[in-house]
């Protein structure tokens, strides 16, 4: 007999090894679609939130990370640093000409502050377009429109300092307005990616520019002749100099030379006797003779014999 004709009605027994794992994906279903929702929230990384319930929002923050909440209260959440999106400009230079300038502005927002700007302008999103984006233009206008085109190329880090500069002041102020701690939105550096100007005025500064380089090459290349000139008439004083001091030094050697030469000659004579005179002692000192130059003899006198014997006596 087979163990299904044992077994006629397997359907209790399967349902019994699926029944476990089915509620358990029914409460983690519950849990994460129902229970979670209505009494947790999480805060990303980066970023801060507060509670509101109805439209009052609470003085508490949240930072990064889980938090439980009433299934009637909602989160708000502002992101504590963001780059702003690129902003297009179009102010003016101090000629009145038009320029087109990419501003980039780098944001901060205090976490203390969160709940004042959520009271005040709903989102983080409001904060920005409300009261970051509409003061880029201004403050950009404000700086460019002081400098001429040459300057706004090379004083480009002078001019991005002061556009930040403005357009902090111009936020505090927005902020202010509401009754916003006015240090709230920070403004951290600011890119300015690119300065466009009009075709005559690139023009102008094409021309400019390699007139410029048309002048230093010049100025450079003369530069350039005269060190050039310097060195080659310092190269011909120091050989002049050179042949003066060697000059000056062949002849104190020459006379040198002679001096020596001279005072060699004059002590000729005396060397040739003492020669002489070693000469006849290495010969024994006996002979009654000693030669001490051309010519010249001494004739050396044997001591007498009453000699040693009166000194005897004495």
Request: hydrophobic share 45%; aromatic share 6%; no cysteine.
């Amino acid at each position: 007999m087979s163990s299904f004709d044992q077994n006629p009605n397997p359907g209790p027994s399967v349902l019994k090894q699926v029944r476990l794992p089915l509620i358990i994906l029914a409460t983690l279903f519950v849990l994460q679609v129902i229970v979670q929702p209505m009494f947790l929230f999480s805060v990303p990384a980066g970023s801060g939130a507060a509670l509101a319930t109805g439209g009052s929002v609470q003085d508490d923050v949240y930072m990064p990370g889980p938090h439980f909440k009433m299934p009637w209260q909602s989160a708000i959440y502002m992101k504590l640093w963001t780059v702003a999106e690129p902003r297009e400009t179009n102010p003016t230079d101090s000629n009145n000409q038009p320029v087109t300038a990419t501003v980039v502005p780098q944001i901060w927002i205090e976490a203390k502050d969160i709940p004042t700007l959520a009271r005040n302008y709903g989102s983080f999103e409001a904060v920005i377009k409300g009261v970051v984006e509409p003061q880029i233009n201004q403050a950009t206008r404000g700086k460019t429109s002081l400098k001429t085109p040459e300057q706004l190329i090379w004083q480009r880090p002078e001019v991005v300092a002061d556009i930040r500069t403005a357009l902090q002041a111009a936020i505090s102020e927005q902020l202010e307005a509401k009754h916003v701690d006015p240090n709230a939105v920070h403004v951290g550096l600011v890119a300015i990616t690119q300065f466009g100007f009009s075709k005559p005025v690139r023009d102008t500064l094409e021309n400019k520019a390699e007139s410029q380089v048309k002048t230093h090459t010049a100025n450079a290349q003369a530069k350039i002749r005269g060190i050039v000139a310097d060195k080659e008439g310092r190269v011909t004083e120091i050989v002049a100099d050179g042949d003066a001091t060697a000059a000056q030094i062949i002849a104190q050697a020459n006379a040198y030379k002679v001096k020596k030469v001279g005072e060699a000659a004059a002590a000729a004579a005396d060397v040739a006797k003492y020669e002489a005179i070693v000469k006849w002692a290495e010969a024994g000192g006996n002979s009654p003779r000693m030669q001490l130059g051309n010519g010249t003899q001494v004739i050396i006198q044997a001591p007498t014999a009453s000699a040693p014997a009166a000194a005897n006596k004495q």
